[in-house]
């Protein structure tokens, strides 16, 4: 039987997690070496214990990049921490990302957007600059960088985001640290300008201040973490919005509020983050089962995305669904603060695609997908 991992860039993984859903929704996988959360009581009530931890107890930063800037930037990041530090760091975070205006970041968003398809028309590389260019440059512009420094951070945040998975080679994590020091020095400026300072970084400063929070390497690190945090995972989503359409499975769009029902139901439907890890520092029950100290638990947000306890007819592509139940941008204390960003862009990057002309049959229905272990992301 396929496993949730290999589950990710099957062509259509909901089999295997309807079958999970209905025979294991939380037990151990021999073949993983973890315990598999996947429907939504496990996913939720895993998310939410204080026991289980982003990181391994004993690792909290890889072992690899230990040492290095980006060493420095991974052990700061509130996605890669716990405890009380996280929690308020995470305050200033969400209230920072909070003041973002979606207008502004589609706008931003569908420019970046047009840039690309005049430059690169007819460039094989056209739809992977759409997907993970478009998304960096576009937060890049909300951190006040102007076009050029954009371009560098988007280029170096792909670089650092290769450190973050366990199976990173030390070739990986060597050009992971000269792209974490570079990023520091094309967004240190903006934190070093302080409360006066303009866009995102400004508004993180300036919510760190009424935090009553100091010291700027953290707020810098973080800043870093806007970018790596949107890389992949807003990529997925715009690719997977287009595959949908690709494979007829969605109609076209008509409006931009169309657009966007869309983009919110693939979310849902084929997740672009479909699954995160868990890290016992003390024993979890659950279910009858426990998961000791050292043990790691495997939640497979897409499958809980699909749970019909949760959401009827949980296999219909269905945009504009009312009050749907999503696990893809996480829950509890690690929730993701950056859903309104992730959605504005994929929906100016699609509304602009369709409005280019962009067709259906301009894509393949049937792509390859990167071989990743938790974003789903297609090769187009
Ligand atoms: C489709 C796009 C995105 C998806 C699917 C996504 C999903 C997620 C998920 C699942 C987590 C929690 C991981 C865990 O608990 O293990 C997370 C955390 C986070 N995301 Fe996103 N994300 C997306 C885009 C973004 C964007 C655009 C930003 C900011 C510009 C962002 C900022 C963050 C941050 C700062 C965290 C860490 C929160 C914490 O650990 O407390 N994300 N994201």
Redesign the pocket.
């Known amino acids: 039987m396929t496993t949730p991992i290999e589950a990710v860039r099957l062509p259509d993984p909901r089999p295997v997690y309807a079958s999970l859903l209905r025979e294991r929704p939380f037990a151990f996988d021999e073949r993983v070496g973890a315990w598999v959360a996947a429907d939504a009581a496990a996913v939720r009530t895993v998310?939410g214990s204080p026991a289980l931890r982003?990181r391994p107890p004993a690792e909290p930063v890889p072992a690899g990049i230990t040492g290095t800037a980006a060493g420095e930037v991974f052990g700061d990041l509130?996605?890669m921490t716990d405890g009380d530090l996280?929690r308020r760091l995470?305050a200033v975070?969400t209230d920072a990302?909070g003041t973002v205006d979606a207008g502004r970041t589609r706008a931003l968003a569908a420019g970046h957007t047009r840039d690309a398809l005049t430059v690169r028309q007819d460039r094989p590389d056209l739809f992977q600059d759409l997907m993970f260019g478009v998304p960096a440059r576009t937060?890049a512009s909300l951190c006040g960088l102007d076009r050029d420094a954009g371009a560098e951070a988007a280029r170096a945040i792909g670089d650092f985001v290769q450190c973050i998975p366990a199976s990173a080679t030390p070739e990986q994590q060597r050009a992971a640290a000269v792209a974490a020091a570079g990023l520091r020095e094309l967004l240190g400026p903006g934190i070093e300008a302080g409360e006066s300072g303009t866009g995102l970084l400004g508004d993180l400063v300036r919510a760190a201040t009424r935090a009553s929070w100091s010291g700027t390497a953290p707020l810098l690190a973080?800043a870093v973490?806007?970018l790596s945090?949107?890389y992949d995972?807003?990529a997925?989503?715009i690719g997977n919005t287009l595959v949908a359409l690709a494979r007829g499975t969605a109609k076209v769009p008509g409006t931009p509020e169309e657009t966007e029902a869309l983009v919110r139901e693939i979310?849902r439907y084929d997740a672009?983050?479909q699954n995160?890890r868990r890290f016992a520092a003390e024993p979890f029950a659950y279910a009858g089962s426990t998961v000791e100290p050292g043990g790691q638990v495997l939640v497979v947000?897409a499958a809980a995305n699909l749970d019909p306890a949760v959401n009827p007819d949980p296999h219909e592509l269905r945009p504009g669904r009312a009050d749907p139940v999503v696990f893809?941008?996480?829950a509890g204390?690690?929730?993701?603060?950056?859903e309104e960003?992730?959605v504005s862009i994929a929906t100016a990057v699609a509304g602009e695609l369709i409005a280019a002309g962009l067709a259906p049959g301009d894509l393949p229905p049937e792509p390859e997908y990167r071989p990743l272990a938790n974003a789903r992301i297609p090769l187009l």
């Not at 204390?333 to 950056?338: D, L, S, V, Y």
Request: proline share 6%.
């Open positions: 998310l982003v509130v996605r996280q995470k975070v990302l937060v973080n973490g806007f945090q949107t995972a807003t997925g989503l979310v672009p983050v995160t947000l893809t941008f996480g204390a690690h929730r993701c603060p950056g960003i992730a």
